[in-house]
T-cell receptor, first 111, second 113 residues
Framework: KQEVTQIPAALSVPEGENLVLNCSFTDSAIYNLQWFRQDPGKGLTSLLLIQSSQREQTSGRLNASLDKSSGRSTLYIAASQPGDSATYLCAAPTGANNLFFGTGTRLTVIP | DTGVSQDPRHKITKRGQNVTFRCDPISEHNRLYWYRQTLGQGPEFLTYFQNEAQLEKSRLLSDRFSAERPKGSFSTLEIQRTEQGDSAMYLC???????????FGEGSRLTVL
C-alpha cells in the first residue's frame, strides 16, 4: 500500500518569505501527483497536478516538482501571503483508481 | 460549471439512526469518489465509481455503508445504524478519466451523538 509522508507537519513563516513543502511516497509507480489546499472545515482545492511523465508544474506563485525515482515532490510557494495560510496536502495514486493522501502541512503566514 | 456540490453540509444524528449524503459531481466527469476525513488526518478512500459502476471499495467501508450512482450522475452514500466512530467529514470528488485530476466538494460533516 502506498504511504505518503509530509514534512514538516506545521510551518510558521513571516509574510513575504519563500517556502518549500515536502511530500514523499513509498511506491514510485504513481499515476500522477496532486497538491491540494484545505482551509479549516472546508473541502480540498486542487492546486497543481503533475502527470507521471512530467517533472514540474507552475501556477502563479506556486511551483511543484516531481522526482519519481526518489519518491519525492516539493511545493514551492514564493512571496508568501497571509491568505496562503491553510493545510497543504499531497496525494499520489498508484493507479487511476484512488489517491493516497499525506496528513498535510499546516502553514501559517504571519503578517 | 458549479463544481462538486454536497448535501447536507452538516448532519447531527443519534447513534443507531440512518443517514444519507448526496453528491453532485461536475457534469462531464465520469469518475466519482467518496472519502472520509477525521480531524488532523488526510482523507481516506472509501469507494469510487466510473459512470454508474462501483469499481472499488475500501476495507474501511463496512456493511453498514452503501454507495450508489444510479444513472452515472449524482451519487448517494448511506450509513445505516450510525456509530459514534462514524463522526467525520465525508468528502466527494469527481474527475475525468483522461486527466485524473480530482475536484472536491465542500464535504458533509457528520456528528453522531
Amino acid at each position: 500500500k502506498q504511504e505518503v509522508t509530509q514534512i514538516p507537519a506545521a510551518l510558521s513563516v513571516p509574510e513575504g518569505e519563500n517556502l518549500v513543502l515536502n511530500c514523499s511516497f513509498t511506491d514510485s509507480a504513481i499515476y500522477n501527483l496532486q497538491w491540494f489546499r484545505q482551509d479549516p472545515g472546508k473541502g480540498l482545492t486542487s492546486l497543481l497536478l503533475i502527470q507521471s511523465s512530467q517533472r514540474e508544474q507552475t501556477s502563479g506563485r506556486l511551483n511543484a516538482s516531481l522526482d519519481k525515482s526518489s519518491g519525492r515532490s516539493t511545493l514551492y510557494i514564493a512571496a508568501s501571503q497571509p491568505g496562503d495560510s491553510a493545510t497543504y496536502l499531497c496525494a499520489a495514486p498508484t493507479g487511476a483508481n484512488n489517491l493516497f493522501f499525506g496528513t498535510g502541512t499546516r502553514l501559517t503566514v504571519i503578517p | 460549471d458549479t463544481g462538486v456540490s454536497q448535501d447536507p453540509r452538516h448532519k447531527i444524528t443519534k447513534r443507531g439512526q440512518n443517514v444519507t449524503f448526496r453528491c453532485d459531481p461536475i457534469s462531464e466527469h465520469n469518475r466519482l469518489y467518496w472519502y472520509r476525513q477525521t480531524l488532523g488526518q488526510g482523507p481516506e478512500f472509501l469507494t469510487y465509481f466510473q459512470n454508474e459502476a462501483q469499481l472499488e471499495k475500501s476495507r474501511l467501508l463496512s456493511d453498514r455503508f452503501s454507495a450508489e450512482r444510479p444513472k452515472g450522475s449524482f451519487s448517494t452514500l448511506e450509513i445505516q445504524r450510525t456509530e459514534q466512530g462514524d463522526s467525520a467529514m465525508y468528502l466527494c470528488a469527481s474527475s475525468l478519466a483522461s486527466t485524473g485530476e480530482l475536484f472536491f466538494g465542500e464535504g458533509s460533516r457528520l456528528t453522531v451523538l
